[in-house]
């Protein structure tokens, strides 16, 4: 697809500071789980070490507090003393050796804590936390300045190149700076000037503690996207006194953990702020680095040909794929593994104190447990299914030197992945099925198509073991009238096998129901136009506006769109922790009707007729053209006795294990990990 000469400003070395870094690409800041125990500190070491291989220019580490009030959770990481200092020395180690650089952020939480000791600039509780922080006293603020200071002095000392400071995302820096959170009457607090103080402060107390080459850069929130955030004339002044005060370069930082714009899910438009990052040029000469859904070598490069910032941040592209640098720059970018900004194994899995890993590649995280060594005595592998959990293991398998084949009864790989490539927001998928699909190439992995294939088959054709991933098929469930013909499966409806009427009820409100509540309200994706997408969730361009929010303005749907679950209470509780908000705002904004608690009683030309599991609820009917069923999956796995019969060694993976609770995570997980069992 692409050679080296695609990405010429990509891989154009950098100065920040006195410090030369090898190319554009900074590994932007991103917790795995693994920073608070010294027993995982060389877990972390090689997580980062296989990045650095990988070719980034520069990793930022997870935010790490300064101080003990700055903890995100109780027992996290700090850098405040020499025991400190060993934990990260063998991190630093690990990635200079892999000819690396790395900087560690520091990361004061303030009101985002979640320990009962968090102190915060102003007085509101934040309305993401259950209990309410300490204010701080003056005297407090001025210890916590020098903290920071203390705090890079450390660094500096376990042998980090830098510091980031982390001033943006609504943590403690940025609670200072937006009257949203500071109401203080004393010299930190009111006018522009006095919000700033803390973070100048902080500045300099680091500048006087480090040595001149020792890089600081600020993590700077450049649109806080909630009420009451910053003006644009107040970031302009804040990056200026950055750069006087010896700041090195800025990682522009978008949105609050309250704003309820979502930044970073797979539905907001690939590059979607960087006009934001883009405006800084004509006021400071240090290197601007933008963030946010910048996935691919492709994006990157476009936006820095541009001329107006100087790198770019990825941090989940890299869990995904920690060779995505040298794959770009050796013209390998069709093999890259992109980021679909799910969030299912890395942001969702921090917010619910699990570590951190990829979707698409379980090996993130697990580098020194995961390994898939090539075998000395290769095998015959069958894998039965091309979606997801059958792609991952094969090309996994391949990885061993194993030799294999991959038997799929359809036309095309990739199962549910294709179908989900449907859904509006969800495009990004369709960059797995290329991914997959190179590497099938790239691996001389033979694949037959359109087969149907038998226990017995598999056992003549000589296999000496096989992987079982068929997969699933849509639960129908027993309601009379089901054979109508306005009854159809999702994937009929979203593969556009059938015609959807305009009056639509969808049975089962999970991951899938919601989806198909998206596809059926939206005509134009929202990912694929900006200006659309901004007005949907109110992104202001009128920078006056502190915070750059105004009032969403939603484009109604042409349908009348039914969601129903059996369960009583609100729908979409097992959505994912980060991006679970953004379906259930989406559909609501579409006016989708959410019936929870319904009981189907029948299927009719009238439509679906419900009572409710609460009899004082009337029965209804409700009259639709058609019933899209979502009503979970059972598996496919018809092969698993016969073939465990015949006596070959047999994994069973994904849907074909277990279908309750379906998802990729598990089913590339489970694929890649029975790869690595075959000896
Ligand atoms: P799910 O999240 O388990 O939801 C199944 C729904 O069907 C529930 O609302 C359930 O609610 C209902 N249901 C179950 N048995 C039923 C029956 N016998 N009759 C009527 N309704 C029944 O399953 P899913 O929506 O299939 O999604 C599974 C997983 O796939 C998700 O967790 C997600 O990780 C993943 N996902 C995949 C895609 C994709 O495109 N492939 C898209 C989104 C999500 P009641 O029992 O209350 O009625
Ligand atoms: Fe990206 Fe999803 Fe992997 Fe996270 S889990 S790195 S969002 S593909």
């Known amino acids: 697809m692409n050679n080296s000469t695609s990405y010429p400003h990509l891989f154009a070395p950098l100065k920040i500071g006195n410090v030369e870094i090898a190319n554009r690409i900074v590994m932007g800041s991103m917790h795995t789980g693994l920073e608070a125990r010294r027993k995982n500190a060389d877990k972390l070491a090689e997580f980062y070490a296989t990045r650095a291989r990988g070719g980034v220019g520069l990793i930022v580490t997870g935010g790490i507090a300064p101080s003990r009030t700055g903890l995100l959770a109780p027992f996290d990481a700090k850098m405040t003393n020499f025991l400190d200092v060993s934990h990260h020395k063998p991190i630093t180690q690990a990635v200079h050796k892999a000819n690396g650089k790395i900087i560690l952020q520091l990361l004061h939480a303030g009101r985002y804590g979640m320990t009962p000791f968090k102190v915060g600039a102003g007085s509101e509780k934040s309305p993401i936390h259950p209990f309410k922080h300490i204010k701080a006293s003056d005297g407090m603020v001025k210890h916590l300045i020098r903290s920071f200071g203390k705090a890079a002095k450390l660094a500096q000392e376990a042998g980090y190149d830098g510091v980031e400071i982390m001033g943006g995302e609504g943590y403690l820096i940025n609670q200072f700076l937006c009257s949203r959170t500071n109401d203080r009457t004393d010299q930190w607090g009111g006018s522009t000037e006095n919000r700033q103080r803390f973070l100048v402060e902080v500045i300099k107390n680091i500048r006087s503690q480090v040595s001149s080459d020792f890089m600081v850069t600020l993590r700077q929130s450049i649109a ?86 100087d790198a770019v941040s990825m941090a989940r592209p890299l869990l995904a794929d920690p060779e995505l640098p040298n794959k770009a720059k050796t013209g390998r970018a069709d093999e890259i593994n992109t980021c679909i900004a799910c969030n299912q194994a890395c942001l969702d899995h921090i ?150 009427g305009k009056r639509v009820a969808i049975i089962g409100a999970g991951g899938i129901g919601f989806d198909v509540a998206e596809f059926l309200t939206t005509d134009e994706s929202p990912t694929l136009n900006l200006e659309e997408w901004e007005k949907e969730w109110g992104v202001a361009r009128d920078l006056s506006i502190p915070g750059f929010v105004t009032k969403p303005e939603v484009e109604p749907s042409s349908r009348e769109v039914y969601l129903l679950q059996r369960k009583e209470g609100s729908q979409g509780k097992t959505l994912g922790k980060t991006t679970g908000w ?98």
């Open 224 to 309: 806080d996207l909630v009420g009451g955030g910053q003006t644009w004339d107040e970031i302009i002044s804040m990056a200026k006194k950055a750069e006087d005060l010896g700041v090195n370069a800025i990682n522009t930082d978008i949105g609050w953990h309250e704003s309820r714009v979502p930044t970073i899910v797979t539905s907001v438009p690939r590059a979607a702020f960087v006009h934001f990052t883009e405006g800084l040029r004509d006021e400071v000469s240090i290197p601007l680095i933008a963030s946010n859904r910048i996935n691919t070598p492709d994006v990157a490069e476009e936006i820095l040909a541009r001329g107006l910032v």
């Open 351 to 500: 917010f619910v104190g699990k570590k951190v890993s990829c979707l698409l590649n379980p090996r993130a995280g697990r580098e020194t447990t995961l390994i898939l060594t090539p075998s000395t005595k290769p095998k015959k592998v069958a894998v039965i299914g091309a979606g997801p959990a059958g792609l991952a293991s094969a090309i996994a398998v391949a990885e061993k030197k194993h030799q294999v084949e991959i038997f799929e009864a359809n036309a095309t790989i990739g199962g549910q992945f294709s179908i989900a490539a449907n859904i509006p927001g969800k495009e990004e998928f369709k960059e797995s099925l290329r991914y997959f699909q190179r590497q099938l190439e790239v691996n001389d992995i033979k694949v037959h198509l359109n087969t149907q294939v038998s226990a017995q088959e598999i056992k003549s054709q000589g296999f000496d073991a096989v992987i079982v991933a068929t997969g699933v098929r849509p639960r129908i469930p027993n309601i009379e009238g089901i054979d109508h013909p306005m009854v159809m499966t999702y994937a009929d409806a979203v593969l556009g096998k059938r015609k959807v």
């Open 582 to 679: 953004v379906h259930k705002a989406s559909i609501k904004k579409k006016k989708v009707q959410q019936i929870s608690g319904a009981q189907y009683d029948k299927i009719d030309d009238a439509g679906l007729h419900i009572s409710f599991v609460d009899e004082t609820k009337a029965p209804q009917i409700l009259p639709v053209d058609n019933v899209v069923l979502c009503a979970g999956q059972i598996s496919v796995n018809e092969l698993v006795e016969p073939l465990k019969a015949s006596g070959i060694e047999v994994y069973v993976v994904g849907g074909a294990d277990f279908a309750g609770e379906l998802d990729a995570k598990r089913a590339i997980k489970q694929g890649t990990e029975a790869a690595a069992m075959i000896e």
